[in-house]
């Protein structure tokens, strides 16, 4: 992996990044901004399926709203955190934090997925009976839970060291 | 007054101390602060969005204000109480550092616009309220919530790569306005010293 840090931080695009100052908290702008908008439409699809919001709509109203910002939001976050990891090739792969991260990534995205694929062709059976069953709340509050341990773990970059010990790759 | 007593006051606090020396404090509070902030933009984006009719148009605005804006108060209220906690780590700082000054600006401004919204323009609001298109002074307030949320996370970032806070970068690098962004930096250079 220092290998393959080393590569990157030989290329042109990490030469660009790195060698203009305002392009970092630029890009890590947008990241965070990308973000918020994943929050808040996750937000509105998870507090659907728990009831919390949204009971004036149905969930399959609610999730084809939103599912338009929740894969551009992903799609901006991609984008942006592989123009992070040109710019800062060690600081983002030689940490603990950042694979924790990405493997909560994986997941995270994965149950979006799974859900939207599942809701599809059974919309009146979501409004019936599913939206009610456990299980279906309990992916809710993990995807939830997901999200928020993916922002934390996405800060911890920034003293991986610090804060997982022996655990961080940089020690 | 000496500003810089009172600051340097609430930099010698146990909280701050903590905060600023400790070996997760800072981490965590930070960690929050962004969570929150999420939170905070995620929540008020829909309603924005809302407000100048780009989605949620056939759910009645006060539906859409009536689920979000409680958890957009959440969010704000836990990060201002993390925001206070970083602030009071590094108080001497933050207070003459420019990047936190206009996003304490950008926040102010957030607040305006959302009075003026809520105190005037919401007064008519049994009028649009499930009408697609909303009424200039609604849309406005959106727009302008939007930029102003925007801007107060671009400001907030910065505060992390200018002076005396280059956690990743090396302490001699500091953003200087009048070359950041070549000649329209030193055209605002002036009026944001």
Redesign the interface.
């Known amino acids: 992996m220092r290998e393959f840090a080393n590569w990157l931080a030989g290329t042109g695009l990490n030469q660009t990044i790195a060698g203009n ?2 392009m ?3 890009i ?2 947008v990241h ?2 990308a ?7 996750l ?2 699809v998870d507090m659907r399926i728990l009831g919390v ?2 009971k ?2 149905s969930l399959v ?1 609610t999730s084809r ?1 939103f599912a338009p ?1 929740i894969w551009g939001a992903i799609a901006v976050l991609l984008t942006s955190g592989v123009l992070l990891i040109f710019g ?1 090739p060690e ?1 983002e792969l030689l940490s603990f934090s950042f694979w924790a991260k990405m493997i909560l990534v994986v997941i995270g995205t994965a149950i979006v997925a799974a859900f939207q694929i599942h809701l599809r062709g059974r919309e009146a059976e979501w409004e019936t009976t599913l939206v009610a069953a456990p299980l279906t709340k309990v992916f809710a509050i993990a995807s939830i839970g997901i999200w ?1 341990a993916i ?2 773990l ?3 970059i ?2 991986d060291a ?2 997982w010990g022996a655990l961080s790759p940089q020690l | 007054m000496d500003f810089y007593q009172i600051f340097s006051g609430i930099e010698a606090t146990g909280i701050a101390t903590w905060v600023r020396e400790s070996l997760y404090g800072l981490p965590i509070v930070n960690a929050l602060h962004v969570i929150s902030i999420a939170l905070v933009f995620g929540t008020i984006f829909v309603v924005d969005l809302r407000l100048v009719g780009w989605q949620s148009v056939t759910r009645p605005f006060t539906n859409v204000a009536g689920d979000l804006l409680k958890w957009t108060w959440l969010g704000f209220a836990v990060a201002l109480v993390t925001g206070l906690l970083m602030f009071s780590a590094n108080a001497t700082t933050f207070y003459v550092n420019t990047q936190f000054q206009l996003k304490l600006a950008a926040i102010a401004l957030a607040g305006i616009n959302m009075m003026v919204f809520e105190l005037v323009t919401v007064r008519s609001v049994s009028q649009w309220d499930t009408d697609r298109t909303t009424p200039n002074a609604a849309r406005f307030a959106g727009f302008a919530s939007i930029t102003l949320w925007v801007s107060v996370i671009v400001l907030g970032r910065w505060i992390g790569y200018s002076k005396g806070f280059n956690f990743d970068a090396p302490i001699d690098i500091d953003f200087d306005l009048d070359n950041l962004f070549g000649a329209a930096g030193q055209l605002i250079a002036p009026y944001v010293g």
Do not use: K, N
Not at chain 1, 35 to 41: E, K, M, Q, R, S
């Open positions: 100052l305002w970092i908290p630029t890590q702008s965070i901004v973000i918020g908008v994943l929050v808040g439409a937000f509105m919001v949204g004036d709509q109203v709203r910002w800062e600081r928020i922002m934390v996405g800060r911890f920034a003293w610090q804060i």
